[in-house]
């Protein structure tokens, strides 16, 4: 089945130790994204590559850095984890941009110590 | 800013009752989507409806949209208790096609 899968589900970290998170996919979307998800609260959009252009959100913090080296894989990269950082990181792809619908991977959870 | 807010925050109900969350949104959009989300786990798309629409239907699932008063509905009926589980709505805007989602609704429905 096509699908969106993350690796790993569960991540631990210590504070300050850089830490990436994996996405592939097997749908062959043009679009990619990622989202943190903190405990009760709304999924927020970090940014998202159209292809191998990248969009950040104006208020995605430095900390965080993504790369996509081809249509399959997307990487999110935090350089430099804090506390507020713990979350449910969720990776979701789509063919194109407006009125597309997302799929989402099944989401990594990142512990930082 | 959140674009999307649902009401309620949360919602008990008993199998076979019909399950009713509200949203609303600031801006302009180009449609709004629902997804769902079990406990820990992605979200799912449950339907997208465009913004020269007003109502949609899949399945158990039926969703209104008025782009007047920045409003939507999304009603489940006759609920399962599979149906537990956290219900968000999105807001898609903008040439990127971004969504912003809202907090969203917890639902359990109870045997």
């Known amino acids: 089945d096509a699908m969106v899968i993350q690796n790993p589900r569960y991540q631990v970290t210590q504070f300050g130790k850089p830490v990436t998170l994996s996405c592939s996919q097997t749908?062959?979307?043009?679009?990619m994204y990622w989202y943190q998800q903190k405990s009760s609260q709304a999924p927020k959009l970090l940014f998202h590559y159209y292809d191998k252009d990248f969009n950040n959100e104006a208020d995605t913090p430095d900390n965080f850095q993504s790369r996509r080296p081809n249509t399959s894989f997307c990487f999110l990269d935090i350089r430099s984890p804090g506390l507020g950082d713990a979350a449910m990181y969720l990776c979701?792809?789509?063919?194109?941009?407006?009125?597309?619908?997302?799929?989402f991977g099944p989401g990594t959870r990142l512990t930082v110590t | 800013s959140q674009q999307g807010e649902e009401d309620p925050q949360a919602l008990s109900i008993q199998e076979g009752e019909n399950a009713t969350m509200n949203c609303s949104y600031k801006?302009?959009?180009?449609?709004l989507q629902w997804y769902r989300q079990n406990s820990g786990r992605g979200l799912v798309h449950l339907i997208l409806?465009?913004?020269?629409?007003r109502e949609k239907h899949s399945g158990r699932l039926r969703v209104t949209l008025d782009t007047s008063k920045k409003s939507s509905s999304l009603l489940i009926t006759a609920s399962r208790a599979a149906d537990t589980a956290s219900y968000f709505c999105a807001a898609g805007g903008g040439s990127q096609g971004n969504l912003i989602f809202g907090k969203g609704t917890k639902l359990s429905v109870k045997p």
């Open positions: 749908l062959n979307h043009n679009v």
């Open positions: 801006t302009s959009i180009n449609n």
């Open positions: 409806i465009r913004s020269n629409e």
């Open positions: 979701a792809t789509s063919p194109g941009t407006a009125n597309y619908e997302q799929y």
